[in-house]
């Protein structure tokens, strides 16, 4: 069945509307047809569709160039070209110019060639004179029109599937996170998309890339592999899928891996190739990780001394992870290197040469220092100087490392349980290796298997010392036990004799002669002051009467005096042939000194024997040492008794002084606080004074400058130029008068807590602008430069701005008052956005650095003398300091004597209210003890006839 046509007849003329149908019914065409009278329904019906059957047009007239541009529904326009409103060339220029390509069939009653040329030019299908139309012409016209454009629609559709689905192509390559390549074996042209030029690290916009600045890229060991790889698929068809380094635009070699395949001609020879390279570097440095860690385990795991892995693992992770590698750990407190591993052997001088100069301490500044006490791992990617400031010592140590050309660095710590044991460091000294988040995520991982060896191996250590030290401990268990009820023994009958020295001396020779097997007696020498040497106190034993010690005593080059003075114990065996300073000689003497941590040493004990020359072994010395030690307890405690009885007595007379002592402070007390009671009083007095007196003095001073203006301002009885001179100095003083009055006043207020602010929204900068206008005259007398300098993006604050006002003018008269020559700045910025910064500079004498501290105090002057240069009160910066703080601010100060100062502000944008009052300038006062007093027990005090009255 054939398809329908769908026609739109734009004729105004019933009758030819009437044989058009019929021309298209009798040549045998199935259409639609749709009428329209004149060009604007036509063209209404192209845009919209939508024309009633009566030929009106029901649509919203629509301005082409608004509309939302569709091909129309129908398959072809048959249009006459005399219309009501127009003509068929207008309307066919019309709808050409807005897009729509529907076919164009003019019909007209005229056989005009020229007519006929203009509208096959506008656009239009085809020309048909109405004189000469049949249905065999129109509907050849009509079928030749609609198959054109239908094919022409099909072919655009087409076209436009194929644009999509290229553009999906192309978001797919592009999305594949691969980089593509195109290369024309004939010209050498090589196109790369976005992803390959990120590959290398390159702009498309700066370099174009080229055969041969491909094969540069490749890396030296590569490039044979790649020809021959390219070579075997070009000439043999050889699948084309190599892994090959690439350098990157930072300087190091990425891993990557190109796959291509070869267009060819029909003969079958190559004439481009194209494919695709993946960046695999992330996945073989995983691989690489993960070897070196498995190696890195195996080694860790191959022995239990600690020491020698961790030395082999600094090896293991030079050149790969670093080309310094230095491994710390913490025992004992104390930092031990137990690694160190440089990729250049003769840098290995330079690294004993750092370790020796400057070894690793708890207390340091190393990077590796603060790994250890933070336990948090530190990446630095690229070093700056800065960074090795700050962790060398001098400038030696600077040198050193400087010279080594660290470039990036990582330190991990070796964590177990949360203890952190030490520290990895690993260095880079090359420009192409900068350390890299990945990078430290494997030091982290070799640092936990390093940090898991490492307890392990001191684990196994401390298990080894124990067994060992619990062999020993049983050993000797068994001789001390023997040892302890021996000083059990002796420790019984030393506090059964506290009181009595001597016998405690005595019973102690004889216990430790009867306690020791080989000891045959025993002596006590104690040493007195006096006579600075020992004295012989007690012996017991056998043969005590043929001792001769005299000799020994001496401290010049006595043995038993050398045992008292070094305090070291000492064997004494007498044989044959040596050297007899006795005169009677044992064949054995052992003397310990007897020392007390509180006295020091008191002096020696000694046992002997006479006969047998190895009577005495280390057991007896260790027995004999604690004897010696608990002699001098019960020395210490007897002496100590004796001395407690003598301060008890002293104790009972120096408790009657402190009573007498007590009732004169109790007394001095009680008239310090009636003084600080004056001192309170009078500092009220004073500030009342002066609020008065500037109250008063306010008046009639006004009363002369207001005299003064007015005999300089009258005009009937001119002064004298010298009245005139002397009026206006009369009128200078008494504003300058004024001035200070008002600086008194203020202060006043201020020391009694009755200055508040006036809170109100104004605009900064028109404060600070409008005031440094006022003194600019000052600083145009002194030849001086005012600047502003506004750094502010919103100037509008709640503040007082009179008291604001006050400071500035304090601030900027003293900078002029002070500066000979060059300028006063004011800059006003903002440090956030509710803190804002107002900084007055001046380029004047500026004040010493010992001067700093006083010159926010009351009526203090750098130069205080009556002579000064520069006048003033010394009340400006006292009163400026207090309202600034009332502010919620502060005020800093900077300066250095000959350059000038800088007052630095800093204010909140918004001033809250305050119910509190400034803190009064008399406060010290209440630091005597007063402070809880009430007013009324103040005035009462003072009332008293001893209350002496001081007014300041």
């Known amino acids: 069945m054939e398809e329908i046509i769908k026609i739109l007849v734009v004729e105004d003329d019933e009758v030819d509307r009437m044989a058009v149908s019929r021309a298209l019914k009798r040549a045998g065409m199935s259409v639609e047809i749709t009428a329209s009278v004149d060009c604007h329904s036509a063209l209404a019906a192209l845009l919209q569709g939508s024309i009633g059957e009566d030929g009106n047009d029901t649509t919203q007239e629509t301005h082409p160039a608004n509309a939302t541009l569709k091909e129309p529904n129908f398959d072809c326009v048959l249009l006459d070209y005399r219309l009501p409103d127009g003509d068929g060339l207008g309307l066919v220029q019309q709808v050409r110019g807005i897009g729509i390509k529907v076919p164009l069939v003019v019909l007209t009653g005229q056989g005009d060639e020229q007519l006929a040329v203009e509208l096959m030019k506008a656009g239009a299908s085809d020309y048909l004179a109405k004189s000469k139309l049949s249905p065999e012409t129109l509907s050849r016209s009509v079928r030749n029109a609609v198959r054109i454009y239908r094919a022409e629609k099909q072919a655009a559709s087409a076209d436009e599937r194929l644009r999509e689905s290229e553009e999906r192509y192309r978001l797919v390559l592009e999305g594949s996170n691969d980089g593509i390549w195109d290369w024309d074996l004939i010209t050498h042209a090589i196109y790369c998309n976005d992803r390959l030029y990120e590959i290398m690290g390159l702009s498309a916009d700066e370099v174009v890339i080229n055969y041969d600045l491909v094969c540069q890229l490749i890396h030296p060991e590569d490039r044979l592999r790649i020809s021959q790889a390219v070579a075997a698929h070009l000439q043999d068809n050889v699948e084309l899928d190599v892994e090959f380094r690439l350098l990157h635009s930072s300087g190091e070699y990425r891993y990557c891996m190109a796959r291509g395949k070869a267009w060819r001609d029909a003969q079958g020879k190559p004439f481009r190739m194209s494919g695709v390279i993946s960046d695999i570097t992330e996945r073989k440095r995983a691989e690489e990780s993960l070897r070196f860690l498995a190696e890195a385990s195996a080694m860790l795991s191959a022995s239990l001394d600690y020491e020698k892995t961790l030395a082999s693992l600094a090896r293991l992770a030079v050149p790969f992870l670093a080309d310094l590698c230095v491994v710390d750990i913490v025992e004992n407190g104390v930092v031990r290197r137990m690694g160190v591993a440089h990729a250049d052997p003769t840098r290995d001088e330079q690294v004993r040469k750092l370790h020796h100069l400057y070894p690793p301490d708890l207390n340091g500044t190393h990077p590796a220092i603060k790994v250890i006490q933070t336990g948090i791992a530190v990446l630095v990617p690229e070093m700056a100087d800065q960074e090795w400031i700050g962790a060398t010592y001098n400038a030696e140590h600077l040198q050193i490392v400087q010279d080594m050309s660290f470039k990036s660095y990582m330190t991990v710590p070796l964590l177990v349980r949360g203890r952190t044991l030490g520290a990895i460091s690993l260095v880079s000294t090359q420009q192409s290796r900068r350390y890299k988040p990945a990078d430290l995520a494997l030091a982290e991982e070799l640092a936990r298997r390093a940090a898991l060896s490492l307890e392990n191996g001191q684990l196994y250590r401390e298990t080894q010392e124990t067994s060992e030290n619990l062999r020993q401990a049983i050993l000797i268990l068994g001789e001390q036990q023997q040892q302890l009820r021996t000083l059990q023994q002796l420790t019984n009958l030393l506090n059964q004799r506290l009181t009595n020295l001597p016998g405690l001396l005595r019973e102690m020779a004889e216990a430790v002669a009867g306690a020791i097997p080989g000891a045959q007696f025993c002596c006590i020498m104690l040493n007195n002051p006096q006579c600075d040497g020992l004295v012989l106190t007690v012996m017991a034993g056998i043969e005590t009467e043929k001792l001769r010690l005299e000799n020994a005593f001496s401290p010049q080059g006595g043995l038993l005096y050398q045992v008292f003075s070094t305090g070291e114990s000492q064997l004494i065996q007498n044989r044959e042939g040596e050297s007899a300073s006795l005169q009677k000689h044992p064949a054995a003497m052992y003397a310990v000194a007897i020392e007390s941590v509180q006295s020091g040493r008191l002096g020696v004990l000694t046992i002997g024997n006479w006969q047998d020359h190895n009577a005495f072994d280390e057991e007896d010395r260790n027995l004999l040492v604690a004897v010696g030690e608990q002699a001098a307890i019960a020395i210490d405690n007897a002496r100590m008794i004796k001395a407690l009885e003598e301060q008890e007595k002293r104790l009972e007379d120096q408790n009657e002084m402190l009573a007498h002592k007590n009732q004169e402070l109790e007394h001095q007390r009680q008239q310090l606080q009636l003084n600080n009671l004056q001192l309170l009083e009078a500092a009220r007095l004073k500030s009342q004074f002066l609020a008065t007196m500037s109250h008063e003095l306010r008046t009639p001073m006004n009363s002369v400058i207001g005299f003064s203006q007015l005999l300089l301002r009258q005009r009937h009885n001119p002064l004298t130029s010298q009245q005139t001179d002397m009026m206006k100095r009369i009128l200078d003083n008494g504003k300058h008068l004024l001035a200070l009055i008002?600086?008194?006043?203020?202060?006043?207020?201020?020391?009694?807590?009755?200055?508040?602010?006036?809170?109100?929204?104004?605009?900064?900068?028109?404060?600070?602008?409008?005031?440094?206008?006022?003194?600019?005259?000052?600083?145009?007398?002194?030849?001086?430069?005012?600047?502003?300098?506004?750094?502010?993006?919103?100037?509008?604050?709640?503040?007082?701005?009179?008291?604001?006002?006050?400071?500035?003018?304090?601030?900027?008269?003293?900078?002029?008052?002070?500066?000979?020559?060059?300028?006063?700045?004011?800059?006003?910025?903002?440090?956030?956005?509710?803190?804002?910064?107002?900084?007055?500079?001046?380029?004047?004498?500026?004040?010493?650095?010992?001067?700093?501290?006083?010159?926010?105090?009351?009526?203090?002057?750098?130069?205080?003398?009556?002579?000064?240069?520069?006048?003033?009160?010394?009340?400006?910066?006292?009163?400026?300091?207090?309202?600034?703080?009332?502010?919620?601010?502060?005020?800093?100060?900077?300066?250095?004597?000959?350059?000038?100062?800088?007052?630095?502000?800093?204010?909140?944008?918004?001033?809250?209210?305050?119910?509190?009052?400034?803190?009064?300038?008399?406060?010290?006062?209440t630091q005597l003890g007063a402070s809880s007093l009430s007013h009324g027990s103040l005035t009462q005090s003072l009332k008293k006839p001893t209350a002496g009255r001081i007014l300041y």
Request: glycine share 8%; no cysteine; charged share 25%.
């Open 742 to 925: 008002d600086e008194i006043l203020d202060l006043s207020k201020i020391d009694t807590g009755r200055l508040q602010l006036k809170l109100e929204t104004f605009n900064l900068m028109t404060l600070v602008k409008a005031t440094v206008e006022e003194l600019r005259s000052l600083a145009d007398e002194r030849n001086l430069m005012l600047h502003v300098h506004d750094q502010l993006k919103n100037a509008n604050v709640i503040n007082d701005s009179v008291r604001l006002r006050q400071i500035l003018v304090n601030l900027l008269s003293n900078g002029i008052k002070f500066t000979e020559t060059g300028s006063v700045e004011v800059e006003v910025k903002e440090i956030a956005p509710n803190r804002l910064v107002i900084a007055v500079k001046d380029t004047g004498i500026g004040i010493a650095e010992e001067e700093l501290g006083h010159i926010f105090e009351e009526f203090r002057q750098i130069d205080q003398t009556t002579t000064r240069r520069y006048p003033g009160t010394g009340l400006g910066l006292a009163i400026t300091k207090s309202l600034v703080e009332l502010m919620q601010g502060t005020i800093e100060v900077e300066s250095q004597l000959g350059q000038g100062s800088t007052f630095r502000i800093e204010l909140p944008r918004t001033v809250k209210p305050s119910t509190s009052n400034l803190p009064r300038t008399g406060h010290k006062l």
